[in-house]
């Protein structure tokens, strides 16, 4: 009689220790990033990826366009995000983000945590979008500079 309940306290705590523990995908970018901004870093990261796999193969411009629209939805994500979280409009993120103001800036002006963001997190071989100069500027261009040939 001890031992069966022996057994069901075994299986008690091992079923509580279970519950308890935290989603492997959004443990990969930490508790406190939001979970779309998340699911967002996660596809532009297996983007890069897959770019960097193929690059030099004869589709290395496609696989370098998907990763371009993966960040670019990214940005939408963290606009629409931070709008939400700071109560001010998506196009007074997107000046701020044009004005060359970085994610931990508005991060700071706001008083948000800019890990919430996705701010910090490093990708694939340590890969870091939010001071890829490169990247940032492909990305302004497009958006906030449509048929201007800038």
Known sequence: MMRKYGVISALLLVGALLLGMPNPGFAAHGP???SDVGDAIRDADHAREKYHQHRSGRDAARYEREWYDREQKLEEVRVHRMSREAKMSSH???????????????????RIDA??????????????????????????KKRHHPGKGH
């Open 32 to 34: 406190s990033v939001f």
């Open 115 to 140: 890990h919430k963001m996705g701010y910090g997190h490093k990708g694939p071989h340590g890969y870091d979008r939010d001071h890829d100069r490169d990247l940032q500027h492909h990305l302004y």
């Open 92 to 110: 007074e993120v997107q000046k701020q983000r044009a004005g060359g103001h970085s994610w931990k800036d508005i991060c700071d002006r706001y």
